[in-house]
């Protein structure tokens, strides 16, 4: 499809364990943004992509939480020693740039950590 | 502290009659406001968006209101269709900052035939 795509669509694992969390943007978006939804909450910032490099990571809660975009296009944010707080639903999405208001969402990753 | 304020978790309407969601900001720096409606497993997808510089923005059914000068907006629905049921979140940014967005808890609206 032409969306944005997220793998896996849910993810169960043990505290302690490391995830990986992947999007796959709109062709041609420069722009990847990722956000956590807990639940009853608003969508929370966590690092926002313009190209390869991170422009804006400080919506990370801490050093287990990383993200990663080499070529440009496709992400990969990672969980290093899961905590049960960090269960939620984890949200993609992409802009064609900077400037573009419009952020076009993913159906997100929901992760479950028992 | 919630910077965007979205205080009815849910609202009711009837078919055909207005649908009107409130949101309050208190950061005087955001300069760009949106609207995204979620369905449950969906992500949010977008709605409307107003720059402060303007007041008022209508895409067909779909219009969003500022009042800058109290930190206000709302997204009004004319007519309420069934189809309308979700959860709608306010978010703001400020312009310059990457569009960070900074969003609202959600309304839950449920339009009933």
Redesign the interface.
């Known amino acids: 499809g032409a969306g ?1 795509s997220q793998t896996p669509s849910n993810k169960v694992t043990e505290k302690g364990k490391y995830v990986e969390l992947r999007c796959d943007p709109i062709s041609g978006h420069t ?1 990847l ?1 990722w ?1 956590r939804q807990s639940l ?6 966590l690092i ?1 992509f ?1 190209g390869t490099g991170a ?2 990571d ?2 990370l809660p801490n050093d287990r939480f990383f993200a990663v975009r080499p070529e440009g296009s496709v992400s990969t944010l990672k969980i290093q020693r899961t905590e049960r707080g960090d269960s939620a639903v984890y ?1 993609c ?1 992409s ?1 064609l740039s ?11 990753s929901r992760l479950t950590v028992l | 502290d919630q910077q965007v304020k979205q205080n009815s978790p849910s609202l009711s309407v009837q078919e055909g009659r207005i649908s009107i969601l409130n949101c309050d900001y208190t950061n005087s720096m955001f300069d760009y406001f949106l609207w995204y409606k979620k369905y449950p497993a969906e992500g949010p997808t977008f709605l409307i968006s107003i720059s402060s510089i303007k007041d008022k923005n209508e895409d067909g059914r779909f219009t969003v209101f500022l009042n800058k000068s109290a930190k206000h907006l709302s997204l009004h629905i004319v007519p309420s269709q069934p189809g309308d049921s979700a959860v709608y979140f306010c978010a703001a940014c400020d312009a310059g900052n990457n569009r960070k967005l900074i969003w609202g808890l959600g309304t839950s609206l449920a339009v009933n035939p």
């Open positions: 944005v722009a943004y956000y009853g909450q608003g969508p929370e910032f926002y313009q422009a804006d400080s919506g949200l999405a802009s900077r400037g573009s208001g419009e952020l076009f969402f993913g159906e997100g």
